[in-house]
């Protein structure tokens, strides 16, 4: 009940996913980090009170995480179901989060199971096929190539996906009404203050000025700051300056300027 107090839809997604689920069409959500991606599929799942199953994505990810693997135990030969297959038996909800950090082999099992047969063959497990429960649902996000790790997703599996909706960071009232819902004082000035510093910062790594956009995660953090009385531009310079540090003196200083434009000495 927690997180779905903290959600707010506004751009609408909720009906887009309801229509998508309707008509049995699988979603990809395309998105910056921390602009409530995972919130809204966890909500979403809770909506349709269904189970979510989760694979978050990424260069560590292998074939056995989804698919599974073979064990020995007492001298038996068994097989561990990975979390594809589970969530194919069961029929639930599958999330494939930042899906778009997963190496091609991976992405290629993933592909076999999500074709329009929606089916896989364990060849790890003898030759055993899969075929997915009546209901199952798979959403996938991704985030843009402009994020380390990430690389563009085959064609083949981009259509395996129709539904597309593009999450971003959301208009500054909205972002205000979604960090005072983590916050417990009333600050909201200080707040817009906050949320305008990240909303530059942002405009500035879309054109490659900056190295690092922040994300809701760091608004929500500047309130909490302010929240133990911290001082806006002590918080200003904790939560948005300092990680700048690690690309030079340079990129600090520029974001230290804007945050003095904003925030004063």
Known sequence: MLEESLYIDWNNSFEVLDKAYESDLFVLIIGPKGTGKTILVREFAKKKGVKLESINFSLRTRESHLIGAKTLENGSIGFDEGLLVKSMKEGGMLYLDEVNA????????????????RQIILKESGGELIQASSGWFVIATINPLTHVGTKELPPQLLSRFPVRIKLDYPPEGIELEIVKKYIKGSHDKELL?????????????????????????????FGKMLDVGVKPRQAADIIFANVYSQWGGIEY?????????????
């Open 102 to 117: 997963a190496e091609a082999d991976v992405l290629l099992r993933l592909d076999e199971a999500l074709d329009d047969r």
């Open 193 to 221: 203050q906050g949320i305008k510093l990240a909303n530059s910062l942002r405009q500035a790594a879309a054109v490659e000025e900056l190295y690092y956009s922040p994300s809701l995660r760091e608004t929500i953090a």
């Open 253 to 265: 200083q520029k974001v230290s300027d804007i945050i003095t434009s904003m925030f004063g000495n």
